[in-house]
C-alpha cells in the first residue's frame, strides 16, 4: 500500500521538511548551499544517465533531486514571496505528467495548507488569490494530463489497448494501466530473466558441454524475446499485419 503512494509521500515530505527548514533560523542559512549542491546532483546525474544512454527526464531520481532543488530555491529567495514562485506552478506539472496525477495534486495541496499559514502577511485578498490560484491549478493539471495522454495516444507513442472489461475505465490513468504494455512486458521479462539466470550458471561450469548446453539455452530465450518484440511492434505500428503464426 505504501509502495503505491510512495512518490506522493515522498513529494509531501520534502516539502514540508524544506518549508521546516526556511522557518528555523538555524538552518535557514543552509538552503542556498543546498540548492547549489541539487544543481550540481542534477548536472551530474544528467551526465551520469546520458553516459549510460538513459532517458533523464524519465528517472524517478532526477525528478526527486529537481524536486528538492526548485524548492531549496524558491525557499532561499524568499519561499512565497520568492520570484521563482511560479517555478512551483511548473513543477506541479511535471509531478503529474512524470508520475500518477495524485503526486501533483498532494503537492498543491501541501502548498495550499503552507501557504494557508502566511495569509495576511503582506494582503489578505492577494494571498486568497494566490491560494485559490493553486486550487484552480489542479483541474489544469488533470486537463493538461489527459490531452498530452491523447495527443500521444494519437500519435502512437502511447496506446491505449485495453481489454475487455465489466467496469469500463475514467479515460485518465486507467487507460494506461490497462494498456497492452504491461502485457508485453510481462511477457518479455520472464525470457529475460532467464538468460540472466543461464549466464550465471555458465560462469560456473567448467566443461564445454555443460557451456554449450547453456549457450543454446541463451540463444533460444534471445529469440524468444525478439519474437516478443516484433509481434508487439507489429500489433501496436499496424505497419504490418499480425500472421497467425504470430497470433498462436
Not at 532467464?194 to 539455452?217: A, G
Request: proline content about 3%.
Amino acid at each position: 500500500m505504501l509502495n503505491k503512494y510512495k512518490n506522493t509521500l515522498f513529494i509531501i515530505s520534502i516539502t514540508i521538511l524544506i518549508y521546516l527548514l526556511n522557518a528555523v533560523a538555524y538552518t535557514k542559512p543552509l538552503l542556498l548551499p543546498l540548492a547549489l549542491a541539487g544543481i550540481i546532483g542534477l548536472i551530474i546525474h544528467s551526465l551520469v544517465q546520458k553516459r549510460k544512454g538513459e532517458d533523464v527526464v524519465k528517472s524517478q531520481r532526477f525528478i526527486y533531486i529537481l524536486t528538492a532543488t526548485i524548492l531549496l530555491i524558491v525557499a532561499a529567495t524568499g519561499w512565497f514571496f520568492s520570484p521563482f514562485f511560479f517555478t512551483l506552478y511548473l513543477l506541479a506539472l511535471v509531478l503529474a505528467f512524470e508520475f500518477e496525477p495524485a503526486v501533483g495534486i498532494g503537492f498543491i495541496a501541501v502548498l495550499v495548507g503552507l501557504f494557508s499559514l502566511n495569509v495576511g502577511e503582506v494582503d489578505v485578498a492577494y494571498d486568497f488569490l494566490v491560494i485559490l490560484s493553486l486550487i484552480a491549478f489542479i483541474p489544469l493539471t488533470l486537463y493538461l494530463r489527459r490531452e498530452f495522454l491523447k495527443l500521444k495516444e494519437a500519435e502512437k507513442e502511447i496506446l491505449v489497448l485495453r481489454k475487455t472489461s465489466s467496469t469500463p475505465p475514467s479515460g485518465i490513468v486507467e487507460d494506461i494501466l490497462l494498456n497492452k504494455i504491461h502485457n508485453f512486458s510481462a511477457n518479455l521479462r520472464q525470457p529475460i530473466n532467464d538468460i540472466k539466470q543461464l549466464t550465471h550458471h555458465m560462469v560456473k561450469h567448467d566443461t564445454r558441454i555443460e557451456r554449450e548446453k547453456l549457450q543454446e539455452r541463451v540463444l533460444a530465450c534471445s529469440e524468444e524475446a525478439l519474437r516478443s518484440l516484433k509481434k508487439f511492434e507489429d500489433e501496436t505500428t499496424g505497419s504490418i499485419s499480425v500472421t497467425t503464426k504470430d497470433r498462436t
